[in-house]
């Protein structure tokens, strides 16, 4: 598949690593910084999602996500992202993310609207409140993670992992030009998708907030892990 991932806002928090690996499934491990599990919440702008080969196609080629999202690495070390849930407001995709991919999508009622570089964001998981809403700017001026850095942890990752209803794991590869980010201006932020995939939520502000410009992906087919 091809898709444009625009809007991007990256909360992160360090977390207890016995908290993820208690999640994860039997072959992936946690990926740590600095000896932390990291916990993010990415909403975002799914734009022009069509097939290779496909133009986009109104309405259903344009729509919201936001994940809920840790750092693992499989039984060879490669490191990737693993997802606790997608909301998403496009129905169709839901379905195909889901018998596809076998990733965790949720559908939920969501809402996006940019202002100058200024983005309103708002998701409510179906038969869920309340609502979360992140308030951010989009900077004009950007610049590419430093290896070894904790924005290239977070940000780096060309890699999916998830599962079938037999436990199978399966890996996805995803490319993209490196992000060209910057510290987030976010002048609100929600934690209840945490409180939703049963986490506590932290009573500090996230440790790293970062935006990013938008990218043009590939998506590529899964693979057994």
């Known amino acids: 598949m091809r898709q444009r991932w625009a809007g991007l806002l990256f909360l992160h928090w360090p977390v207890d690593p016995a908290l993820i690996a208690d999640r994860l499934p039997l072959g992936l491990q946690v990926d740590l910084y600095q000896n932390q599990a990291w916990l993010g919440i ?28 840790t750092y693992v690495h499989d039984a060879q070390g490669n490191p990737g992202v693993w997802f606790f849930s997608l909301d998403c407001n496009q129905p169709i995709a839901v379905e195909i993310a889901r018998r596809v991919f076998h990733l965790p999508y949720q559908h939920a009622a969501m809402r996006g609207v940019a202002t100058g570089n200024h983005i309103h ?9 309340p609502t979360a809403s992140f308030d951010y ?11 070894g850095s ?76």
């Open 42 to 69: 990415v909403p975002f702008f799914m734009d022009r999602v069509r097939p290779s080969g496909l133009p986009p196609v109104p309405w259903l080629s344009w729509f919201l996500e936001l994940n809920v999202r």
């Open 121 to 129: 964001y708002t998701s409510r998981r179906k038969s869920a409140v």
């Open 137 to 147: 700017e989009i900077p004009a001026s950007t610049q590419l993670a430093a290896p």
């Open 150 to 225: 904790l924005e290239f942890f977070l940000l780096e990752r060309y890699r999916l992992f998830s599962t079938n209803p037999t436990g199978a794991i399966f890996s996805g590869r995803v490319h993209h030009a490196p992000y060209q980010f910057s510290p987030a201006h976010c002048a609100h932020w929600s934690t209840e998708p945490f409180r939703l995939n049963d986490f506590p939520e932290p009573a500090t502000a996230p440790l790293s907030l970062l935006t990013a410009a938008p990218v043009d992906v590939d998506i590529f087919p899964l693979r057994p892990a």
